[in-house]
């Protein structure tokens, strides 16, 4: 095998240029490509090896179907046996030699079947998914209104005015109250707007005993301090209205111990909540998340649990989908652990329910699940349409711009060996977690920098990073996230302190330049459907450069990110077909031709995109 450069290997991916049909039933034939160019040599046969009930079976040879360029285009099919299927591609070349290309790349020894393609039956996410720019808001921090003033504190509360510093930890993290409401998003939707944003994305609404509401105390009602149920009606009617969706956030995995389910369940076996969690010892004693005493762990098993919560029109999951609030969907917290405890897994069965469930209710609604670890082959449609996860996006980039000289260390965020990562590690760690999702998953992933659960990206970045970085979170597959406050280079040392409130009137350093930076870069990803749907292939890689390509079958989009500067960025003209009629539409580099080469200009710290046709 030859050791080409990643521009010229063989390439395929889910995308609708490479999978014919991207939503595939039951026995239906299922036609894959696979481009390969001229630089591997003569090939003389390639042909699809794919899963059938737990078996491998080969295709007939695939057919060449075009040229283009250097690269020539062959395609094979199969039958879907199966609702989930896993396959690869063998080339053989003139010498006799098989190659193998997976979703990790070439291989000369045929690869293990975890790292092949995946393709399933269960594409269902709502087509305003793909392309949505969803905005986090953590209510308690957003904004507060006029009405906030009305609002009496909750008892465990410790109020805060709004310019005061944010406790990051010890007592008061969770109790620091600077008053938050619905009210206040309303206010600021034109902020939004202005951003590019399509998709609101709230943090728990319910009441509970802290700041951030994950320790519900009752799923039936809007905590009061946040509006009530009016002011969540009205919210979600202006956001409809203003053309946003909207989703909720809900803790599938436990309540809070001041839930009225659990409190009429504690010290009373008799009570017909006592199977709605783990308890023992006459209910004195319960199972909770990691050990949390105020988050007791639900219990899946239970039938009056599921009708109650997640099951049928009448449950809480259905509830705040329906008029007179319509939220467009949920995202799922520690969805990772849902209904998992020692020799217990009703994780796939809950998720599958919940899902069942907002079909029922509105199947054009989206379901996106907390998995804080490697998520690839846990989320894969049938349940969670898209993962909210740090292991594919997040931290390559994290660890690619990370500033060593950055005070603290990133807690949540940290890693397992050094901090320093390159470019070339950047690919290769983003292309490990990623492959084990089907397309239809990918293009559903939430991308964030940072969330309320993480530091502030650019406090451990390198300084001048955060524009670079988020020009990736709109060009890479998957959804765009915008954590409330990114938008104005606000600081934060760890998750808790990150949940800063906004500075609409200046209360605190912030950089509102950023604000038009993320308003541009929504408004490329809007006018370029290659970043939305596009396929993904990396054409360079270094310490301080990356280069790829999104295609799709009505354009090609080149994407060149910086860390530091790089003078050798050349690839091979026909590695793209057609780039000498690139145009830059973000950044204002050019890109220079010559001796068969196109040459890139690497600027430290730069982001430029270029446009050109799609390959005919």
Do not use: C
Request: hydrophobic letters at 40%.
């Amino acid at each position: 095998m030859k050791n080409l450069p990643i521009a010229l290997q063989p390439f395929h991916d889910g995308s609708e240029l490479y999978v014919l049909n991207q939503k595939p039933a039951l026995l239906d034939s299922v036609r894959v490509r696979v481009r390969i160019h001229s630089a591997l040599g003569s090939v003389k046969e390639v042909r699809v090896r794919y899963s059938e009930s737990g078996e491998a079976f080969p295709t007939p040879p695939a057919k060449l179907v075009r040229r283009e360029g250097e690269w020539s285009w062959f395609e094979a099919s199969f039958l879907m046996h199966n609702p989930k299927m896993h396959y690869r591609f063998m080339i053989t070349v003139e010498s006799g030699e098989v190659l193998w290309l997976n979703g990790l790349g070439l291989w000369h020894l045929n690869p293990a079947d975890i790292n092949d393609f995946r393709i399933n039956t269960f594409s269902s996410a709502p087509a305003w998914g793909a392309g949505t720019v969803m905005y986090q808001i953590f209510p308690d921090r957003f904004a507060r209104s006029m009405q906030a003033e009305k609002h009496k504190a909750p008892e465990w509360a410790q109020p805060a005015e709004w310019a005061d510093a944010v406790i990051g930890s010890g007592p008061g993290t969770s109790e620091q109250f600077f008053g938050g409401d619905l009210w206040g998003v309303i206010e600021h939707l034109d902020h939004l707007k202005k951003l590019g944003v399509t998709m609101l994305y709230l943090t728990p609404i319910f009441p509970g005993r802290s700041n951030h509401r994950y320790d519900a105390s009752s799923f039936n009602q809007v905590d009061p301090v946040l509006g009530g149920n009016k002011a969540l009606q009205a919210l979600i009617a202006e956001a409809h209205k203003m053309g946003f969706k909207i989703i909720g956030d809900l803790t599938s995995n436990h309540s809070g111990d001041a839930h009225e389910w659990f409190k009429a369940a504690y010290k009373n076996p008799s009570a017909p909540e006592s199977d709605f969690y783990y308890f023992t010892e006459k209910n004195s004693k319960y199972d909770s998340w990691f050990g949390v005493a105020s988050l007791p762990k639900f219990n899946w098993k239970s039938a009056e649990l599921r009708k109650r919560f997640i099951e049928g029109k009448t449950s809480v999951v259905a509830k705040w989908l329906k008029a007179p609030y319509g939220f467009d969907g949920w995202r799922i917290d520690v969805a990772n652990m849902t209904g998992r405890i020692r020799d217990e897994d009703l994780y796939d069965d809950v998720a599958k329910t919940i899902r069942q469930t907002m079909v029922s209710v509105n199947p054009d609604t989206i379901m996106l699940g907390e998995y804080t670890s490697d998520a690839a082959y846990h989320v894969q449609g049938d349940g969670w349409q898209g993962a909210m996860t740090y292991s594919n996006f997040t931290k390559p980039v994290w660890r690619w711009f990370y500033n060593t000289k950055a005070k603290g260390t990133p807690g949540y965020m940290q890693w397992d060996g050094t901090y320093k990562a390159d470019g070339i590690d950047l690919v290769s760690s983003y292309r490990q977690f990623i492959n084990g999702f089907p397309w239809h998953v990918r293009l559903h992933n939430m991308n964030p920098l940072d969330t309320h659960d993480i530091p502030r990206f650019k406090t451990f970045a390198i300084k001048g990073a955060q524009r670079v970085a988020a020009g990736m979170q709109f060009t890479f597959p998957g959804i765009p996230v915008i954590w409330a406050g990114d938008e104005f280079g606000l600081d934060g040392w760890n998750g808790e302190n990150s949940r800063t409130p906004l500075p609409w009137n200046n209360e605190r350093p912030n950089d509102p330049s950023l604000i038009e930076t993320y308003a541009e870069l929504a408004a490329l990803r809007k006018a370029n459907p290659a970043l939305v749907t596009g396929s993904m292939r990396f054409l360079y890689a270094s310490a301080e450069a990356v280069l790829f390509v999104r295609e799709h079958k009505k354009q090609t989009v080149l994407v060149l990110a910086t860390r530091g500067r790089d003078k050798e960025i050349k690839i091979a003209k026909d590695a793209v077909f057609g780039i000498e009629a690139a145009i830059n539409i973000y950044g204002g580099s050019e890109i220079a031709f010559g001796n068969k080469k196109a040459k890139f200009a690497g600027e430290k710290l730069s982001f430029n995109v270029w446009r050109l046709p799609a390959a005919k």
